[in-house]
């Protein structure tokens, strides 16, 4: 089985613009998790989704939001991007939601906002 | 918010050696995971131990996990440099789907 994907795997993006990034989750898995990692902050949760549904989400502001599509594959959107916005995004999927030890991540998008 | 806090926050040893990283929680928990962060990139799960399990092997992993005391450990044994990497304990949310991280140990092993 292929793993989990993310594209691009590195991005530039200038204060003020917006960014899209995509998961796409092992083949059958239907839960996606976001991550942000930092220097500062560390590992955060953004948001999970679950058969196109966000289930949970975590302390970010507005500006952090996401979808799922129906072949499970999850984009997440940030706007008005800000210097703090700088970070490795990771994605993780499984198959449940709720069994955060089966999850599989992927290799990350580094983001970096100038 | 951070749940858990890694100690020490770096470690540098010889190839050979066991390292020991501790992780501090803050509330109960059902289980603690470990990961492992190759230079920035993505996470991979190493070993879960749940609250009834005191000790917990896999290769050369040891987890061990104190409820009582809200930490836990985690020993490589016979490190390699294949091992240089960040270390990463892990607890569950109230929800139950997300992952709360502690900061990390950068554990450096060289030749």
């Known amino acids: 089985k292929a793993g989990v994907t993310q594209t691009p795997r590195y991005l530039i993006k200038t204060r003020g613009q917006q960014v899209t990034l995509s998961c796409s989750p092992i083949?059958?898995?239907?839960?996606v998790s976001w991550y942000q990692q930092t220097p500062g902050q560390g590992l955060q949760f953004l948001f999970e989704?679950?058969?196109?549904?966000?289930?949970n989400k975590g302390n970010f502001p507005g500006r952090f939001s996401g979808r799922q599509f129906s072949n499970s594959r999850s984009e997440m959107n940030v706007s008005t991007l800000e210097l703090g916005d700088s970070a490795l995004y990771l994605c993780?999927?499984?198959?449940?939601?709720?069994?955060?030890?089966?999850?599989?991540f992927g290799p990350g998008t580094r983001l970096t906002v100038t | 918010s951070q749940q858990g806090e890694e100690d020490p926050q770096a470690l540098s040893i010889q190839e050979g050696e066991n390292a020991t990283m501790n992780c501090s929680y803050k509330t109960s928990i059902n289980n603690l995971q470990w990961y492992r962060q190759n230079s920035g990139r993505g996470l991979v799960h190493l070993i879960l131990?749940?609250?009834?399990?005191r000790e917990k092997h896999s290769g050369r992993l040891r987890v061990t996990l104190d409820t009582s005391k809200k930490s836990s450990s985690l020993l490589i044994t016979a490190s390699r440099a294949a091992d240089t990497a960040s270390y990463f304990c892990?607890?569950?949310?109230?929800?139950?789907?997300?992952?709360?991280f502690g900061k990390g140990t950068t554990l450096s092993v060289s030749s």
């Open positions: 993780a999927s499984s198959f449940h939601s709720g069994r955060t030890y089966e999850q599989y």
């Open positions: 083949s059958g898995h239907r839960s």
């Open positions: 989704y679950f058969s196109e549904t966000q289930r």
């Open positions: 892990a607890t569950d949310d109230q929800a139950g789907t997300a992952l709360i």
């Open positions: 131990i749940r609250s009834n399990e």
